[in-house]
């Protein structure tokens, strides 16, 4: 008995010793192993290059940068290739334009992602790129003196290759109105150039190409206002403040459209600045992508051809005379997002007819829908708290108009010239302390 107990005690002192064995011998992985894991490749899910539409000249060259997502894709690998070399060739997202016509150019990932940009050649331009035709003004920078041009002195050169100096100076910008309503065709602004002001070439009706050397840094609101015919911009691709894409201007940093000759907005942009649409009399209808937060000054202001507009939720704003003068413009949504409609927003609208109000709205502008003549339908809805002045005036053919009890605050002369044949309804039972005096001044309708 004593023995069993003793071979029991030894096979339990002997178990520990075992397991311990048993793991040395059947773990075939050495402390020192140092095999690697095995990678896994993360494939590109998309392409995109920063121009899909260029316009050069003969011998013209422009690089296409590629960007290629995720960011931590495995192989970046693109390959290029020109529908027609003959027009046009690359080589590793550099274009060298050979003859005129047209080609497309093609970017593909390792897994055949791809993405196209159309190139058109034209002609070479003869760009007058003497100094002599400007005027310019000199101004001092860390004790530095350059130029900066003012205006022409004639304009019998169609064809402008500004000058990187001027009598020993640098040019270093181009001021506020300096080429306007110029006749001017073709523009290259050169790399020493880093300020171009405000509506420098505004009203340049015949202007229909502009190259901008990758020196520039500010650009000026309103830059080509009025350009109607202008359908080639072109950014060294070495500019790091701007891009123009979907023949769209587009600042990098803040994504704010500068200007467009086109009818679609990238649905990157939050910002439409001030004046890019302005005046554009061949925009007939517009996107607004959901990715805007901003509607500038002025944005489209004169668009005469303009026929209806819906402002999505994403809007916060509406900048002063965004709209002000689109006289074919029908019909409005605002949707619930937008928060304040400025001054002078849709004045002179004379064909608008119908608008919608949302709900987000707290505060509409002075002269807001003045002169809109042939509005027939308006609902105000419930948040409204300010009305400014003259913010109804001259809408003749609006028959009634109902304001919230939410109103409590109201400028004067609101509905100036409205008729007896016109009814407004005010759902509070008495004049709120911050209505104006006169917000019914010059008005006969039944109250």
């Known amino acids: 008995m004593k023995r069993k107990i ?24 050495d402390d020192n192993d140092n095999t690697k894991p095995e990678t896994v490749e993360i494939l590109p899910q998309s392409i995109s290059l920063n121009q899909t539409e260029l316009n050069l000249i003969k011998n013209e060259t422009f690089t296409l940068i590629a960007t290629i ?40 990932t390792s897994n055949n992602k791809t993405q196209t940009c159309v190139v058109n050649v034209s002609e070479e331009i003869d760009y007058y790129t003497g100094s002599d035709i400007y005027y310019y003004e000199i101004e001092t920078d860390n ?43 073709n523009v290259k602004i050169p790399n020493s150039v880093t300020t171009i002001g405000d509506t420098a070439f505004g009203m340049c009706s015949s202007l229909t190409r502009v190259t ?40 990098k940093t803040t994504n704010t459209l500068l200007f467009c000759y086109g009818n679609e907005i990238p649905s990157n942009v939050t910002t439409i600045g001030e004046g890019a649409f302005a005046y554009c009399k061949n925009l007939t209808s517009i996107t607004i992508p959901n990715s805007v937060i901003n509607i500038g000054r002025q944005a489209f202001n ?30 409005v949504t605002i949707q619930k997002g937008v928060k304040s409609i400025g001054d002078f927003v849709f004045s002179g609208c004379t064909n608008l007819e119908s608008v919608t109000i949302g709900e987000g709205v707290t505060s509409i502008g002075e002269s807001a829908f003045s002169g809109c003549a ?61 209505w104006s005096s006169d917000w019914n001044s010059g008005c006969s309708a039944n109250i």
């Open 143 to 185: 004790n530095q003196d350059y130029c900066v041009i003012t205006g022409l002195k004639n304009n019998n050169y169609k064809n402008l290759e500004i000058p990187s100096k001027i009598d020993s100076y640098d040019v270093l910008g181009i001021g506020y109105y300096a080429f306007g309503e110029e006749d001017i065709e």
């Open 69 to 108: 997502l995720p960011n931590d894709a495995t192989n970046k690998t693109v390959t290029w290739l020109s529908s027609s070399p003959s027009v046009a060739t690359v080589n590793n997202g550099l274009i060298t334009a050979v003859n005129v016509g047209q080609t497309t150019i093609t970017a593909q």
């Open 6 to 29: 003793s071979i029991l005690i030894l096979v339990m002192l002997m178990l520990p010793l075992a397991f311990f064995l048993g793991g040395c011998i059947f773990d075939s992985k």
């Open 374 to 434: 042939n509005l027939k339908s308006v609902t105000i809805e419930e948040g409204v708290t300010s009305i400014g002045i003259y913010a109804f005036s001259s809408c003749g053919n609006l028959t009634s108009i109902t304001i919230p009890n939410s109103v409590i605050s109201m400028g004067k002369k609101v509905f100036y010239n409205w008729t007896p044949q016109q009814t407004i309804n005010c759902r509070t039972s008495s004049k709120p302390e911050g």
């Open 302 to 331: 004169g668009c005469t051809n303009l026929t209806n507009i819906i402002i999505p939720n994403s809007v916060t704003a509406i900048g002063e005379s965004a709209f002000s003068g689109c006289t074919n413009l029908k019909s």
């Open 212 to 251: 901008i050397g990758s020196g520039v840094t500010s650009i000026g609101s309103g830059v080509f206002v009025g350009c109607d015919s202008l359908t080639s911009i072109t950014i060294d691709s070495n500019n790091d403040k701007y891009y123009c894409v979907n023949k769209c201007l587009i600042e």
